[in-house]
């Protein structure tokens, strides 16, 4: 057996996927972590599937050669629309993504069964949460039947009346990388769009963006203390310290390491790396992107 600490390969759109790392390093701190942060080409939530799809498998591809034994989608984006590709294209490489461990804690929090979403355009539209919560509610409520003890929130999810509402907030994710968090604007912005799931009494709602975390607070001073806010990235770690603890895997001992690339500008990601990962980024190393021959091909006519 090997004695290098395995490795966890990271990788989000850019900055964002820190908040994932931050709990990542607390429960698995002797874990070598690799990150790749595509900030020449961030946001995803803005762009197609295909693109999101090409990018997400070049990030994956880049993280292969520092011999990951597990992947990370540490962004919702990709989770929602790539996740099946990555997983074709990596055959036999565990990846997780975020979606179902966010989907799987909304479904235990819940005692109503109105769950809220939010996130980038992209993973709104795909529905990706909705499924994800139709399917954890199915898998909750199963073993419940069969014990003859029934739980009305967790039935009516995993029928076809499931009250997931979901909402797109783009204007979150420039507002966390200029630290305004915790502003009095960040506020405004998010009663205007958390309005909608405010009116649908919902009980719970997804942070379904790894740029949201930082605000938690914000969105505690909008919608109360009683709405459980549900951390994806925070569900996803617990579920894969789980997985690996449940699988025997490799037990690194010492202590592990974070090492940060990205695709443009490594020095903004030093300097705002702190408000996501909760403490100071060593040094960051750029990976530079040699421009895509794209001005040599042939438009074709798009469908999105
Ligand atoms: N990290 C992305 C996500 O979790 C948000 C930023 C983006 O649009 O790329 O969806």
Redesign the pocket.
Known sequence: MSRRAPTLGVF???I??LTVVRHLRRLLPAWRIVYFGDTAR?????KSEATVRRFAGEAARFLTQFDVGHLVV???????VALRSLTREFHGLPIDG?IEPGAEAAVKATRSGRIGVI??R??VASRAYEHAITEAARHAAAPRRAAGRRHAAVERLAGAGARVYAHAC?LL?PLAEEGMANSKAAREVLREYLEPLRRRRIDTLIL?????PPFKASIRSVLGPRVTLIDSGEATARRLARTLRRNGAQRPRGRGSLRCYVSDIPRQFEAIGRRFLGHRLGRVWLVPQDDLPWFERRPIRGRE
């Open positions: 989000d759109s850019g964002g996927g961030v946001p995803y939530g803005t540490a962004c919702n984006t990709v989770s929602a975020v996130g980038t992209a993973t783009p994710v379904g963006c790894t740029h949201y």
